[in-house]
């Protein structure tokens, strides 16, 4: 199984950015997926997690500003980022095969990607 995020930048406050996720080797349409951020000197956080049926889930944080979504034709997850916070600042990682439990708590995830990163500053 291989996770490959791409997507990260050096972006202003208030910007966007859209973070996508190619992944190979697991049936990615049985596969719940979701996307984490680690800064530094931080825990990983869940930030968006996306069922087999589509169903999301967002960390309070990013609420109303991120949206995560996923093309099963082209084995891909994304982000959507905007009206980005310099506390959005952190390494960006992709997860794949949720294995139950709290579907943002990085725990109950199967594989992971290497991730991007994300900085936002003036």
């Known amino acids: 199984v291989q996770l490959v995020e791409s997507g990260g930048n050096l972006v202003q406050p208030g910007g966007s950015l859209r973070l996508s996720c190619a992944c190979s080797g697991l049936a990615f349409d049985e596969s719940g997926m979701g996307w984490f951020r680690q800064a530094p000197g931080k825990e990983r956080e869940g930030v968006a997690s996306?069922?087999?049926?589509?169903?999301?889930r967002y960390a309070d944080s990013v609420k109303g500003r991120f949206t995560i979504s996923k093309d099963n034709t082209a084995n891909t997850v994304y982000l959507q980022m905007n009206s980005l916070k310099p506390e959005d600042t952190a390494m960006y990682y992709c997860?794949?095969?949720?294995?139950?439990?709290?579907?943002?708590?990085?725990?109950?995830?199967?594989?992971w990607g290497r991730g991007t990163q994300v900085t936002v500053s003036a």
């Open positions: 996306i069922e087999r049926a589509g169903s999301t």
């Open positions: 997860a794949a095969r949720y294995t139950g439990g709290d579907r943002l708590r990085w725990a109950n995830y199967k594989y």
